[in-house]
Nanobody, 123 residues
Framework: QVQLVESGGGLVQAGGSLRLSCAASGRTFSNYHMAWFRQVPGKRRGFVATIGSGGSTAYADFVKGRFTISRDNTKNTVYLQMNSLEPDDTAVYYC?????????????????WGQGTQVTVSS
């Protein structure tokens, strides 16, 4: 199982940008399909984006071209570049990893999770 640590969250004004990072350690990172989810208090953790072990990507509809997921297997890191941020993007963002479920948007398919990083977008 891989261990994940997110970073890069913070406070930003609407229209601004942030880049989240997720550093992985443990097993072979390149074999894992990775994803970002987000959660606000009182709501279920929701899918944001995923990137397969081969680099293919998929996004939630609400992203609307504003976010980009990428990975650097030489650094064992996955990124989420977030542009044109909106107050509704305020949430705790979690990185997740799975070997078995390519392209999954379902949180229960992911066995490894980071601790989360807070993103707050002010209006």
């Amino acid at each position: 199982q891989v261990q994940l640590v997110e970073s890069g969250g913070g406070l930003v004004q609407a229209g601004g940008s942030l880049r989240l990072s997720c550093a992985a350690s443990g097993r072979t990172f390149s074999n894992y399909h990775m994803a970002w989810f987000r959660q606000v208090p009182g709501k279920r953790r929701g899918f944001v984006a995923t990137i397969g072990s081969g680099g293919s990507t998929a996004y939630a509809d609400f992203v609307k071209g504003r976010f980009t997921i990428s990975r650097d297997n030489t650094k064992n890191t996955v990124y989420l570049q977030m542009n044109s941020l909106e107050p509704d993007d305020t949430a705790v963002y979690y990185c997740a990893a799975t070997q078995a479920f390519y392209g999954s948007r379902v949180s229960t398919d992911y066995r490894s999770w980071g601790q989360g990083t807070q993103v707050t977008v002010s209006s």
